[in-house]
């Protein structure tokens, strides 16, 4: 188990490396440079030039390159070209913020989307199964963004039920209880994370209950049957079990979210959140932001797949780690 | 003769075809009786019906694409075990009939160890505590003759091979000390040696706690060796029933001739070639009309194609044939 663990470690580093380099080459190569003037901001290529020299890219990009992996195995990620502060300031601002709704969707989409499929395959071909399984398909196939916008119009404008962005009352924020604070994050959260679970959980479901359904048709299922169990818990326990194996796959892949956070939806409802940032960045030019993102998103995914390695041996005995069974 | 435990009268499993191409009627009309504490062997080539009539009697056919036609009855302890409650047959699954199946590998959840798939059914029936009845499935392991059964306890199916999972499959049917086992196809996914382990582990198993075996298997090897009487079936019927012995010096129906003649036998020249029956047995959904054997029987005549035979007693105790021979027995004398 522990040498299996620092071989993923090894690895996992390796790629986030290989992640940071990639992603400031290719930024650097995209053509476009930062403090380019626009219409509102007339600025003296004198200045662009001094800006430029300040933060060093008028050197070889070798230079820079060398430059910024020894600033950054220092543990400084840079500073914001566009945001004029450091970016570990940025960053702790917008991780928190995006934690909270992709952990708050990520928990819609499964806790949801596996009640809904267990519920359909253990009502397989019945009419509630028929409903729901297209409801999931039409979640699962509509855009997030559609239906940010469809719910911000419903219950924000004309219900006027929920905020229509944002993460807290710019105004009131301050002067609120702890539980007043805590209500009005809530309720600024709802919309956005409703949106991004539903759209998530459609896909689950109909992922679930195609799982459950193949579990059911196994040998051994028939023989808890011949045992004498209830019907409950030869679902809930004999197949859902063998059923939630793929499930991890699916929650190890969607696991790099919590951090990446969703551009689209983060822009309709104006979630100070890192999908935000990263999309306003990669406008902007903003090297050093768009390679700090592209460090949390690769840390994540690399996270995401051992998280979902160890949740794997956990729940499958066949791949335990260490004692028994075959390593993975 | 005693009581029969387990008395099966017209049993119908019919299963609708995907895409409406029919009806398939694979258990079309079967009758017979189990006796407390005795082995029945029911054989028959693959797509004949036995496995679909064993797992009628528990019911465990899926529905759809399947179902047991109204006016089928198997009557166990004095109920129709085909009208029961779902509760009520809960509380004879597993209990008093219990079943082991062709594949012992995919028979057992691989998630969970074998300690806890053997204490469920304790657990469920008898409302054993989880320490008590991880203590039955120990006594059941040693039961069933597994090495070092303290260790197996723990393991998961993967770990363990085929002939040690048909033991805990065995340990498992066997934890509340049914009347009933049912059988289906035990041996046929294990090596010959483990196979013969496993049917000596059954006889010493029914000679000690007196359940009723119901032993489904195409070898007839298995039954001559192991049945006290045997079922034959073809084409979703009952085409022969006897005692053993009476089975193997008498058997009247052509199609049980069949399956014995392609069997190899000691008191045999060996050089002989093995005898096999012409043909296949016929789709499930397109029975042929009179005797459903009529196609493949050497020999059939204009009775046989237009008329169905019923079940005719031979005059041997307890021998049933479905063969118009049985009525005109000068027939066979003609033609060899």
Redesign the interface.
């Known amino acids: 188990m522990t040498a299996w663990l620092v071989r993923r470690c090894a690895a996992a580093i390796a790629i986030v490396f290989a992640v940071v380099t990639l992603t400031f080459l290719l930024i650097h190569l995209a053509p476009g440079t930062p403090f380019v003037p626009s219409d509102e901001r007339v600025l003296d290529p004198a200045v662009v030039d001094g800006l430029r020299r300040q933060f060093g890219l008028d050197r070889p990009l070798g230079v820079q390159y060398v430059r910024y992996v020894v600033a950054l195995l220092h543990g400084d990620p840079g500073y914001s070209f566009s945001l004029r502060r450091p970016i570990g300031e940025v960053l702790a601002t917008t991780v928190p913020n995006t934690l909270l709704l992709s952990g708050a969707a990520l928990a819609i989409d499964f806790l949801l989307g596996a009640a809904i499929g267990l519920y359909q395959a253990a009502r397989a071909r019945h009419r509630a199964d028929v409903v729901l399984g297209n409801a999931t398909l039409f979640l699962y196939s509509v855009p997030t963004f559609w239906l940010g916008l469809v719910l911000v119009l419903v219950f924000g404008q004309h219900l006027a039920w929920f905020p229509v962005g944002g993460d807290r009352n710019p105004v009131l924020y301050p002067s609120l209880s702890l539980l007043g604070r805590l209500g009005d994050r809530a309720w600024h959260l709802a919309l956005p994370a409703l949106t991004l679970g539903l759209v998530g959980a459609g896909g689950t479901a109909r992922f679930q209950r195609a799982a459950l359904l193949e579990v059911a048709g196994q040998d051994f299922i028939r023989t808890a049957r011949a045992k004498g169990l209830h019907e409950r818990r030869i679902w809930l326990v004999h197949t859902l079990r063998n059923a939630l194996l793929p499930l991890i796959t699916l929650f190890g892949l969607a696991l790099p979210f919590l951090l990446t956070g969703a551009v689209l939806i983060e822009t309709v409802f104006s979630w100070p959140g890192m999908g935000k940032l990263a999309a306003d960045a990669i406008f902007t030019r903003d090297y050093p932001v768009v390679t700090a993102a592209a460090l949390l998103a690769s840390v994540m995914v690399v996270l995401g797949s051992l998280v979902a390695d160890v949740l794997y041996s956990v729940a499958d005995p066949r791949i335990r780690l260490g004692k028994g069974g075959a390593r993975a | 003769m005693k009581e029969p435990l387990l008395r099966v009268r017209d049993l119908k499993t019919y299963f609708v075809t995907e895409r409406g191409r029919g009806t398939a009627r694979a258990v079309d009309g079967v009758s017979f009786d189990l006796y407390p504490g005795e082995t029945l062997g029911i054989v028959g080539e693959s797509g004949c019906g036995k496995t679909v009539t064993s797992l009628s009697i ?1 019911r ?1 056919i899926p529905e ?1 694409p399947g179902h047991i036609r109204p006016g089928s009855f198997i009557e166990f302890e004095g109920r129709n075990l085909l009208t029961l409650s ?1 509760p009520e ?7 008093r009939i ?2 082991i ?1 062709q ?1 012992p590998m ?8 074998v300690g806890d798939q053997i204490a ?2 304790a657990i ?2 008898q409302r054993l505590s989880r320490r008590a009845a991880r203590a039955r499935a120990l006594e059941m392991l040693r039961l069933v003759g597994i090495p070092d059964p303290e260790a197996r306890l723990d393991d ?1 199916p ?2 363990l091979s085929g002939g040690i999972c048909q033991r805990v ?1 065995i340990a ?1 049917a066997l934890v509340c000390h049914p009347q009933v086992l049912i059988a289906d196809e035990p041996t046929t996914a294990l090596d010959v040696t483990i196979q013969a382990q496993i049917l000596e582990l059954l006889e010493r198993l029914q000679a000690e706690l007196g359940m009723a075996i119901m032993l489904i298997t195409h070898d007839l090897g298995i039954v001559a060796g192991s049945a006290d009487r045997v079922v034959v079936m073809y084409a979703g019927q009952v085409v022969e029933t006897a005692p053993t012995p009476e089975l193997f010096t008498r058997a009247q129906h052509p199609y049980t001739e069949g399956l014995m003649a392609s069997v190899p036998r000691l008191d045999r020249p060996p050089a002989a070639r093995l005898h096999s029956i012409p043909g296949n047995v016929p789709a499930a959904t397109d029975w042929p009309s009179g005797c459903r054997f009529h196609p493949r029987c050497p020999y059939a005549w204009d009775k046989c194609r237009a008329e169905e035979p019923p079940l005719l007693e031979t005059g041997g105790a307890g021998h049933t044939a479905r063969c118009w021979l049985v009525a005109e027995p000068q027939r066979r004398m003609r033609r060899s």
């Not at chain 2, 047959?89 to 209990?95: M, Q």
Request: net charge neutral.
């Open positions: 528990l465990l759809p779902p047959l809960r509380a004879v699954r597993g209990n219990a079943m199946f594949e995919t028979s057992l959840n691989p998630v969970f160890t469920e059914a469920v029936h998961y993967h770990q499959m498992m």
